[in-house]
């Protein structure tokens, strides 16, 4: 599966975890129910810019306007049921199998594994001129983040300063 993005991507990455496989599928879940939205409303527009619709009824439309209230309603339910539930999902706390703190400066990251003592660090980016050629470039650093597969990290992020980005993507 990939993991790095590239320009021709329109979507999210592959996903790496179960959570974030939830957080795409919800993703598409909004999206579909905005463009049933934006098509219908579009659509509407257009057809009252091309025909005159004359009601002599028009000041009495209470059914219309309970439809037009109720419709949104329950359309914002269909969005908000799987959003809670989704929130629940990543507000599960798990025993993590270690803690990692990150610490954003204005130009590095210091991290720390809380875990151990006197574990910590500072990650700084290679310039692109003294990058290898098989180096990412303005993404990798002289200090990399040794981390353990299968197995729950939790990653406390704050700033000692500004941060200015901080991602694992496929999380």
Wanted: no cysteine; hydrophobic share 50%.
């Amino acid at each position: 599966s990939k993991l790095m993005s590239t320009w021709a991507n329109l979507g999210l990455q592959d996903s790496a975890s179960p959570l974030m496989e939830q957080l795409i599928f919800f993703h598409d879940h909004a999206l579909l129910i905005l463009v049933m939205i934006t098509v219908l409303v579009g659509y509407l527009m257009i057809m009252l810019f091309f025909n005159s619709y004359v009601n002599r009824f028009l000041l009495h439309g209470q059914l219309i306007e309970m439809i037009w209230t109720i419709l949104p309603a329950i359309i914002l339910l269909f969005i908000a049921m799987p959003s809670l539930r989704l929130l629940y999902l990543l507000d599960e706390i798990n025993e993590p199998s270690i803690t990692l703190k990150s610490i954003g400066h204005q130009w590095y990251w210091s991290y720390e594994y809380s875990d151990f003592n006197d574990i910590e660090f500072d990650s700084y980016m290679i310039p692109t001129n003294e990058l290898s050629n098989d180096g990412f470039r303005l993404l990798d650093v002289d200090n990399r983040i040794v981390l353990p597969m299968n197995s729950q990290i939790r990653i406390l992020v704050t700033a000692a300063d500004v941060i200015h980005s901080w991602t694992i993507p496929a999380l």
